[in-house]
Antibody
Framework: QMQLQESGPGLVKPAETLSLNCAVSGGSVSTYSWNWLRQSPGRALEWVGHISASGNTKTSPSLKSRAAISLDMSKNQFSLKVTSVTAADTAIYYC???????????WGQGTMVTVSS | QSILTQPPSVSGAPRQRVTISCSGVTSNIGNNVVNWYQQFPGKAPRLLVYYDDLLPSGVSDRFAGSKSGTSASLAISGLQSEDEADYYCAAWDDRLNGLVFGGGTKVTVL
């Protein structure tokens, strides 16, 4: 059974870069598409972006080109970087696998990232 | 403010049927499939309905999704205390070129 596990710093300073990894076990990142989503405390889910197995990426326009997603097949993981972070980027970040039409059927447990000096 | 509109909360007595609406426009729900997620406090969301009305393996058939035009609905029949959670709808938006979510609906069992 496939499992996803997020990892990365829980605290990032304003204006710096947030970096997270999502390790995939029980399957290969060379199939399906892989996503990042986030949820600010008490708020709704927000899609951050995705990367296909072939490496094509798409990120949410709301992040204004600050987000980048990459795939590392040698480590069977994918990653997220968000530059120039502000307090508004404070959220629980989830990685998830998507089937066709963006149905997220496997999720990581989520990792809390706080942006604060 | 979310692109897809959901009621903040719905409630019902045990064994009743409740419905959660999700309203959008042509560029999202009108042109693309709707997926629904269930989320318990402190937990990751779970896929509940995909492709408008299909249930993933393991999801109770008490849940049913539907779509008409630019609106979608999630119905929960035979409401149980274990159904108390937040529910989110999501769809791709062609105009925004991104995936959009509803604001979420909290279901309370009275």
């Amino acid at each position: 059974q496939m499992q996803l596990q997020e990892s990365g710093p829980g605290l990032v300073k304003p204006a710096e870069t947030l970096s997270l990894n999502c390790a995939v076990s029980g399957g290969s990142v060379s199939t399906y598409s892989w996503n990042w989503l986030r949820q600010s405390p008490g708020r709704a889910l927000e899609w951050v972006g995705h990367i296909s197995a072939s490496g094509n990426t798409k990120t949410s326009p709301s992040l204004k080109s600050r987000a980048a997603i990459s795939l590392d097949m040698s480590k069977n993981q994918f990653s997220l970087k968000v530059t120039s972070v502000t307090a508004a980027d404070t959220a629980i970040y989830y990685c998830a696998r998507s089937l066709a039409d963006d149905a997220f059927d496997v999720w990581g447990q989520g990792t809390m990232v706080t942006v604060s000096s | 403010q979310s692109i897809l509109t959901q009621p903040p909360s719905v409630s019902g007595a045990p064994r009743q049927r409740v419905t959660i609406s999700c309203s959008g426009v042509t560029s999202n729900i009108g042109n693309n499939v709707v997926n629904w997620y269930q989320q318990f406090p402190g937990k990751a969301p779970r896929l509940l309905v995909y492709y408008d009305d299909l249930l993933p393996s393991g999801v109770s058939d008490r849940f049913a999704g539907s779509k008409s035009g630019t609106s979608a609905s999630l119905a929960i029949s035979g409401l149980q205390s274990e159904d108390e959670a937040d529910y989110y709808c999501a769809a791709w938006d062609d105009r925004l070129n991104g995936l959009v979510f509803g604001g979420g609906t909290k279901v309370t069992v009275l």
